[in-house]
């Protein structure tokens, strides 16, 4: 989600006049999108804006801005801790940014605006998008659950949902620019409808995506167990352009866990979605994310996690190693489980799910898939000759190329070896399509999506476009 923040706030500098600095370029503007999720994001902040000191320093007029959640966080604090810092900007305010560059160049002194709720959808501004292929698209900000390890509620507020018809609107203009796969973004994407009384919204947007000519894969993150309906299911089963790939949070496999984590589902009830999904798309690729290592957990507790892993066959997962998150109300509660227990614990369940990651993965050997070439997703492609890119299940395939296969291409071509966290396909390539995201990646143009106001009254006068 952060990364399509950024590429919003991309946007919004280029409609206000910026240009990218090109790496030999000593910018005249830095910009820091923090995220409070992350461990040690503080010292990483501060350590970042430590080395950037003497830059600035020496670059008379540069500017430096702070946003994001950290920012929304830690608010006047930051420029307290590093004076050079010339605007901080919150979760809810990102539009204001070239409003506070300006104004603290003008005044001369630090800029910090932090507003408590959402000023304007941030889908509404512009956005400068990094590939030519794959765009993301929020549905929804902010998160009306109140998991207790989360900082995410208290910075982000509430959730907002953006209309339907603004969503699709936003899609159909990537696809317009040739983008053929779009994701669709929300803290807790089937909550979705919940702000204008539809329960069956999240499902009827798949469905509408379905109708949009040119547009080959829609996926979507992250849904929440509580609210995960079979409407969504049967919505996904039957919308030929939806990816048969579920983002599924798990967290905990213990109940009890999951009653103090404050996540309102149990693992009956997780286990029988899993059930539904597959029942109705037997080549879902299903993921999770796990926390190991929550105050309170026992070695029963942890022993539940590893039986509901066993149980659901992830194609795989994030793992994480709990780890106090200050403001959260997990980070108060008693029974923090020591640090080497939380580590022997991690390393039991990444082994049992590498396992079973490779063992799903051996299963699609001599399958054909039909992956969307990427950029940027093998490392070790130069080495190898080979190319890299999804398949329509998510997985990361690795496969022999040919001639004039270029990102954002389609090609399909048969598995013949599945390692524990990609495959490998070097076989013949079966098919390759040439695609519009191909000729415009081709053509080094990425799309820029206007910001989108359809249905909601402005005043004033008109955004500039
Ligand atoms: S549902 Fe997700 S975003 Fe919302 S509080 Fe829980 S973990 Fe945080």
Redesign the pocket.
Known sequence: MNVHDSERIAGLLESAGYVRADDEQSPDLVVFNTCAVRENADNRLYGNLGHLRPTKDAHPGMQIAVGGCLAQKDRGEIVKRAPWVDVVFGTHNVGSLPTLLERARHNQQAEVEILESLEVFPSTLPAKRESAYAGWVSISVG?????T?????SL?GKETDRRPGDILAEVRALVAEGVLEVTLLG??VNSYGVEFGDRQAFGKLLRACGEIDGLERVRFT?P?PRDFTDDVIAAMAETPNVCHQLHM?L?SGSDAVLKAMR?SYRSGRYLDILRRVRESMPDAAITTDIIVGFPGETEDDFAATLDVVREARFASAFTFQYSIRPGTPAATMDGQVPKAVVQERYERLVALQDEISWQENRAIEGREVEVLVALGEGRKDDATGRLSGRARDGRLVHFTGADGIRPGDIVTTEVTYGAPHHLVADGPVRAHRRTAAGDAWAAGRTPTTPGVLLGMPGVGAPAAR
């Open positions: 998160c009306n659950n109140t998991c390890f989360c900082i995410v509620p982000r803290q807790n992250s929440h949070p967290q996540r």
